[in-house]
């Protein structure tokens, strides 16, 4: 998968800039019940090559008048519970999307990831510490079929030369 090119400025931080489509509804493809078809790798940033898959179900609600949403992640891992929280708010002032995650494993917000669409994908970087090395993370959402869209995550631990793929999320909605 194509990601765009990554910027950095003097001080080495991320330098993200707004699409010109970027909009407060860029996910309201998004909005009400989903089955999740999740493919996940056993471990990253190893040369690992083994997929666990699974099912989850989640739901997305907008909030704040439409400049944000929320959603609930539900899945079962190792026969427990697992349930993870999605924050997402758009900035009408840079035009960018902030996209924030917790889970009942860590019970805290990762830095969020940035970013916008443009033509129904979405990328969405930060930069994070996974094992104790810096990393660059992406999300990558494609909408191009909305009732169907894919949600994918990948880690660079070499400012972006290359990607690790670690888990896709293909989703299906619950009328």
């Not at 439409?66 to 708010?89: C, H, K, S, W, Y």
């Not at 090395?133 to 400012?159: E, G, H, Y």
Request: with cysteine; charged share 25%; net charge negative.
């Amino acid at each position: 998968m194509e990601i765009p090119k990554i910027s950095f400025d003097a001080a080495g931080n991320l330098i993200i800039r707004a699409t010109p489509s970027s909009s407060k509804h860029d996910f309201d493809f998004f909005e009400g019940r989903w089955k999740l078809h999740n493919k996940k790798l056993k471990s990253k940033l190893n040369n690992c090559t083994e997929w666990v898959e699974f099912e989850s179900t989640q739901e997305m609600h907008k909030v704040l008048n439409g400049i944000g949403n929320t959603d609930n992640f539900l899945a079962t891992f190792d026969g427990q519970p697992f349930e993870g929280m999605t924050v997402r708010l758009f900035n009408p002032k840079t035009n960018l999307w902030s996209i924030y995650w917790a889970d009942s494993n860590n019970g805290k917000l990762d830095p969020p990831v940035v970013g916008s669409f443009e033509n129904n994908i979405g990328h969405f970087f930060t930069k994070d510490v996974f094992e104790d090395k810096d990393i660059l993370v992406v999300f990558r959402w494609d909408a191009t079929d909305r009732d169907n869209p894919v949600w994918s995550q990948a880690f660079s631990d070499n400012n972006g030369k290359t990607w690790e793929w670690n888990w896709y999320m293909f989703m299906s909605k619950i009328k």
